[in-house]
Protein backbone atom coordinates (compact mmCIF):
# COMPACT_ATOMS: atom_id res chain seq x y z
CA UNK A 1 0.00 0.00 0.00
CA UNK A 2 1.29 3.32 -1.04
CA UNK A 3 0.07 6.68 0.42
CA UNK A 4 1.27 9.83 -1.38
CA UNK A 5 1.97 12.83 0.21
CA UNK A 6 1.76 15.94 -1.52
CA UNK A 7 3.35 19.37 -0.61
CA UNK A 8 4.60 22.42 -1.81
CA UNK A 9 1.68 24.49 -2.83
CA UNK A 10 0.09 28.15 -2.15
CA UNK A 11 -0.91 31.35 -3.06
CA UNK A 12 1.48 32.40 -5.94
CA UNK A 13 1.30 36.01 -8.04
CA UNK A 14 0.59 35.03 -12.52
CA UNK A 15 3.76 34.46 -14.12
CA UNK A 16 5.22 33.06 -10.80
CA UNK A 17 6.70 29.52 -10.10
CA UNK A 18 6.02 26.85 -7.34
CA UNK A 19 7.51 23.05 -7.21
CA UNK A 20 5.07 20.78 -5.71
CA UNK A 21 6.61 17.63 -3.81
CA UNK A 22 5.18 14.13 -3.46
CA UNK A 23 6.44 11.70 -1.36
CA UNK A 24 5.28 8.40 0.47
CA UNK A 25 6.94 6.58 3.78
CA UNK A 26 5.73 3.00 3.26
CA UNK A 27 7.32 1.77 -0.08
CA UNK A 28 10.06 3.54 -2.50
CA UNK A 29 8.59 4.33 -5.35
CA UNK A 30 11.70 2.93 -7.44
CA UNK A 31 9.20 0.18 -9.08
CA UNK A 32 6.40 2.93 -9.43
CA UNK A 33 5.04 5.26 -11.59
CA UNK A 34 3.99 8.84 -10.14
CA UNK A 35 1.96 11.29 -12.12
CA UNK A 36 0.60 14.40 -11.40
CA UNK A 37 -3.42 15.73 -11.61
CA UNK A 38 -5.37 18.65 -10.65
CA UNK A 39 -8.74 19.45 -10.85
CA UNK A 40 -10.53 22.81 -10.94
CA UNK A 41 -13.97 23.82 -8.90
CA UNK A 42 -16.85 22.63 -10.93
CA UNK A 43 -14.15 20.64 -13.19
CA UNK A 44 -13.23 17.42 -13.86
CA UNK A 45 -9.65 15.77 -12.43
CA UNK A 46 -7.23 16.23 -15.24
CA UNK A 47 -4.05 14.82 -15.97
CA UNK A 48 -1.06 16.82 -16.09
CA UNK A 49 2.19 14.97 -16.10
CA UNK A 50 3.67 11.52 -15.24
CA UNK A 51 7.31 10.07 -14.42
CA UNK A 52 8.42 6.32 -14.78
CA UNK A 53 10.74 5.79 -12.12
CA UNK A 54 12.17 2.41 -13.65
CA UNK A 55 13.27 4.48 -16.89
CA UNK A 56 12.97 8.04 -15.83
CA UNK A 57 10.59 8.40 -18.66
CA UNK A 58 7.98 11.44 -18.69
CA UNK A 59 4.94 11.94 -20.32
CA UNK A 60 3.02 15.18 -20.12
CA UNK A 61 -0.76 16.67 -21.11
CA UNK A 62 0.24 18.91 -24.27
CA UNK A 63 -1.73 21.99 -22.52
CA UNK A 64 1.46 21.82 -19.66
CA UNK A 65 4.03 21.10 -21.80
CA UNK A 66 6.80 23.88 -21.64
CA UNK A 67 5.43 25.26 -18.68
CA UNK A 68 5.73 21.87 -16.34
CA UNK A 69 8.04 20.11 -15.62
CA UNK A 70 8.20 16.51 -13.31
CA UNK A 71 10.79 15.22 -12.05
CA UNK A 72 12.37 12.80 -9.38
CA UNK A 73 14.85 12.26 -6.74
CA UNK A 74 15.10 8.73 -5.78
CA UNK A 75 17.62 9.50 -2.57
CA UNK A 76 14.62 11.31 -0.82
CA UNK A 77 11.53 9.18 -2.32
CA UNK A 78 10.04 12.79 -3.89
CA UNK A 79 8.90 13.51 -7.32
CA UNK A 80 8.74 16.90 -7.67
CA UNK A 81 6.20 18.84 -10.04
CA UNK A 82 7.89 22.43 -11.10
CA UNK A 83 5.30 24.81 -12.60
CA UNK A 84 6.49 28.10 -14.04
CA UNK A 85 4.84 31.25 -16.10
CA UNK A 86 1.44 30.08 -13.59
CA UNK A 87 -1.67 31.40 -14.95
CA UNK A 88 -4.92 32.15 -13.17
CA UNK A 89 -6.38 29.22 -14.61
CA UNK A 90 -3.36 26.74 -12.73
CA UNK A 91 -5.74 27.45 -10.00
CA UNK A 92 -6.40 24.12 -8.50
CA UNK A 93 -6.62 21.38 -6.49
CA UNK A 94 -2.90 19.48 -7.98
CA UNK A 95 -2.97 15.50 -6.76
CA UNK A 96 0.05 13.29 -6.79
CA UNK A 97 -0.72 9.41 -8.06
CA UNK A 98 1.17 6.60 -8.36
CA UNK A 99 0.73 3.24 -9.26
CA UNK A 100 3.02 0.01 -9.46
CA UNK A 101 5.18 -1.37 -12.45
CA UNK A 102 7.14 1.92 -13.44
CA UNK A 103 4.89 1.80 -17.15
CA UNK A 104 3.54 4.98 -19.00
CA UNK A 105 0.55 3.54 -20.53
CA UNK A 106 -2.61 4.80 -20.08
CA UNK A 107 -1.39 7.58 -17.63
CA UNK A 108 -4.26 10.10 -18.57
CA UNK A 109 -7.19 8.30 -17.00
CA UNK A 110 -7.73 8.53 -13.48
CA UNK A 111 -8.81 4.91 -13.31
CA UNK A 112 -5.00 4.11 -14.47
CA UNK A 113 -3.89 5.09 -11.32
CA UNK A 114 -4.17 2.99 -8.04
CA UNK A 115 -2.96 5.33 -4.96
CA UNK A 116 -3.95 8.74 -4.84
CA UNK A 117 -3.00 11.73 -1.93
CA UNK A 118 -5.07 14.33 -0.41
CA UNK A 119 -3.88 16.69 -3.30
CA UNK A 120 -2.74 20.49 -2.19
CA UNK A 121 -4.09 23.67 -3.43
CA UNK A 122 -2.61 25.77 -5.67
CA UNK A 123 -4.14 29.61 -6.28
CA UNK A 124 -2.47 31.78 -9.03
CA UNK A 125 -4.02 35.51 -8.71
CA UNK A 126 -4.50 37.79 -11.69
Known amino acids: QVQPVESGGGLVQAGGSLRLACTTSEVPFSSHATAWFRQAPGKEREFVAAISWTSGLTYYAYSMKGRFVVSKDNAVNTAYLQMNSLKPEDTAVYYC???????????????????WGQGTQVTVSS
Open 97 to 115: AARSGGGLNNVVFTSSWDF
